[in-house]
């Protein structure tokens, strides 16, 4: 059965009704890249939160040797929290045998709007193909595909990863009575702005708005690197209970 693939550039943009089999969260720059290294390097779990108060009360109830919150609003670091939201903070070192309670701009509220969904997984570019080859074996006939945008505005990482993640499963869906279809023009168009931009995503990553603010916030190149990395990561990033993703 071809699996259909619908792309939601922002969380306020997924539809109500009747859920789709999957659905995969993106935000480039950087809230699912940290995920992705998170859980790599050796994180016992992410547990995202929309919600401050819920997060701080969540990381309380927890073991104090074995927390790390990480938070980030404008791009920039919250006050008293252990991280912010960079993919190459979270060292083995660091995060090793840790639950990290994370709360951003824009990332954990897509994650929030598509909690319900059976299978939730979480990708960037450098897992991109990781994340297309579970859903292909899954079996997964509808999929949503989320962005994260900046403050419900549309985002160009994010449509570029959405297209990475979709190319992936087009090359991986070839036999017989499978394939690829997609649901929407903003699918085909995130596909359009993937094959312009796949042989330079890091350029991409650095035009975009996002990555402008970034620049402005101050030097932040080793982070660009690593969320233009394609497919140097093979974890999964899953949702095992409510808001808490763990390797898979």
């Known amino acids: 059965m071809p699996v259909l693939i619908s792309y939601y550039p922002t969380s306020e943009l ?22 992705a290294w998170s859980l790599h390097n050796g994180a016992e779990a992410v547990q995202a939160f929309a919600d401050l ?26 006050e008293g929290f252990e991280l912010g939201n960079s993919p190459i903070a979270v060292s083995p070192e660091l995060v090793g045998g840790k ?17 319900q969904v059976p299978l939730l997984l979480t990708a960037c570019l450098p897992n991109r193909g990781a994340v ?4 292909v074996e899954r079996g997964c006939g509808r999929v949503w595909i989320v962005g994260s945008g900046w ?13 990475a993640v979709a190319s992936a499963a ?12 997609f649901g929407n023009d903003e699918m085909l168009a995130a596909l359009a702005l993937w094959q312009q ?3 330079d995503p890091e350029t991409c990553l650095r035009v975009a708005s996002h990555g402008q603010r970034l620049i402005g916030l101050g030097d932040h190149d080793a982070d660009f690197r690593c969320c233009a990395a394609i497919d140097s990561l093979q974890v999964v990033p899953t949702q095992v209970e409510p808001g808490v993703l763990q390797a898979r």
């Open 132 to 135: 297309a080859r579970r859903l």
């Open 53 to 78: 108060e819920a997060l701080q009360a969540a990381a309380d109830a927890w073991p104090a040797e074995r927390r790390l919150r990480a938070g980030e609003r404008g791009g920039a670091r919250l």
């Open 151 to 163: 403050e419900g505005d549309y985002s160009l990482e994010d449509s570029l990863a959405a297209g």
């Open 14 to 35: 997924v539809p109500e009704g009747a859920l789709p089999d999957a659905a995969v969260v993106i935000d480039v720059l950087r809230a699912t890249t940290t995920i």
């Open 99 to 115: 639950r990290i309670f994370m709360s951003t701009t824009n990332g954990t509220r897509s994650l929030d709007r598509v909690r």
């Open 170 to 181: 087009m090359e991986l869906a070839v036999a017989p009575h499978v394939g690829v279809n």
């Open 197 to 199: 931009w796949r042989h």
